[in-house]
């Protein structure tokens, strides 16, 4: 029986996969073939219900001409943009002054972070 986290990370894998897939116009059938495996198979770890074997990851990754990092950095920056959209969407609904205050806030930040780092830098030296 699969966990939860283990769930999670199956479909997401499974979710690359299957828009790797579909982006290169390949049918599951296709791939399955390329790679040497059932369709069947194939379908079930598109659907998170079975696990991405490393062997079979690698060809999967050899056929779209890509490395582990680009296969797993994409879901990173697409949950970075979707934070990023939704901060994005709630300040467009804040009134005016309340922007103002939200950027002075992001002002007040990064001159902070700033300070943190070159005291860093000071104390490295």
Request: glycine share 2%; charged share 35%; with cysteine.
């Amino acid at each position: 029986m699969m966990t939860s986290k283990f769930k999670r990370q199956s479909l997401l894998v499974g979710s690359r996969i299957r828009s790797l897939r579909k982006d290169r116009s390949l049918t599951q059938a296709d791939l399955a073939h390329r790679i040497g495996i059932q369709q069947s198979d194939l379908c079930r770890m598109e659907n998170g219900e079975y696990k991405v074997s490393l062997e079979t990851l690698f060809k999967i990754l050899s056929i779209f001409e890509m490395n582990i990092a680009d296969f797993f950095n994409e879901d990173a920056a697409a949950v970075s943009r979707d934070r990023e959209y939704e901060f994005l969407r709630q300040y467009q609904k804040l009134s005016p002054r309340a922007q103002e205050e939200v950027q002075s806030f992001i002002q007040f930040k990064l001159q902070s972070d700033e300070k943190v780092r070159e005291e860093k830098i000071k104390k490295d030296n």
